[in-house]
């Protein structure tokens, strides 16, 4: 026998609140109609569900036990409708996020954190990859948004690309090296020393070729390349080999991994930090709200960056 849980639901109401009207008004629904679904609940059964004559009302043992069924079923459909809602404002969720290794280890890991810590209820999967591979995981469906550096010419017309923050690379070094008691830095300072190369797959080793190239230094001895930030960040802390990274990634890096960017100009990016998604895909709701927080992160790190460079120009 299959019974209708809204009948039991109703049932249960009634049981609480002690009566035929008290439940109905408790459910916004008329007393005629509450006590029609009663009755047809009791057909269903072949049992009466409350005692004859009986004032206040008074279930049945029969009675009693399918409210009791009732009470749970309306605690589990009030659970779900809560989770529903928290989807649909992006409060609960899975995002599949992958980016570029340096940024996403230098910088965006570090907002993922700040992000679940006021919205645990959101899984977050993370990979790495660079454009091709990224773009490719967006349109078949692995992938919901890619977090990359990109000029507006590279955005493929079936996607979306949404800027977060201005290319800016420098000559990264631990926060000891020699040429840190340096003023100005010149292309002879830097000349003995060797060089930290990015994964060659990854932008970031063309920006050295080209960053070096414009200060005059084609050509330079590379003692360590490919690796993860961890492990550049390692290499750097325990020689005095030099690399070329996003000022964001040393900007946030200097307290934890002692990196420091040396005073010297380089060439910058013409490419811009942001996010990647696919135009024909139904993003899920916590994706707008980690965007929203992405974008207020991100803007408050340029604020703290812009301030840092006025108060180092003063001083100098």
Known sequence: MKLDSEHLEIL????????????????????????????????????????????????????????????????????????????????????????????????????????????PEVQIAQSYGYFDQLAASLRNGTLDVAILPLHPSMVPADMRFVPLLAGRNVIACRAGHPLMRRGAVTLADIEPYPWIAPPPDSPLYRDLQRALKSIGKEDFKVSFSGGTLASI????????????????????????????????KIEHPDRQLGFLTHEAATPPPALRRFADFLTDEFNLLEARIQHESQVTRRRG
């Open 12 to 119: 249960a109401m009634i049981v609480d609140k002690g009566g035929l009207t008290e439940g109905a008004e408790a459910l916004g629904k008329s007393q005629p109609s509450v006590s029609r679904t009663m009755a047809l609940l009791e057909d269903r059964i072949g049992a009466a569900l409350f005692e004859p004559g009986k004032r206040p009302l008074r279930p049945t043992e029969l009675g009693e036990s399918l409210a009791r069924i009732g009470a749970r079923i309306h605690a589990l459909n009030a659970e779900a409708s809560a989770l529903v809602q928290s989807y649909r404002k992006g409060h609960t969720g899975r995002l599949r996020i992958a980016g570029t290794p340096i940024f996403m280890d230098g910088v965006v890991s570090t907002l993922i954190a700040d992000f679940q810590m006021r919205h």
């Open 233 to 264: 960040n390692s290499v750097l802390a325990r020689s005095d080999a030099l690399t070329v990274l996003p000022y964001s990634v040393v900007f946030l890096s200097r307290k934890s991994a002692g990196l420091e960017a040396l005073g010297i």
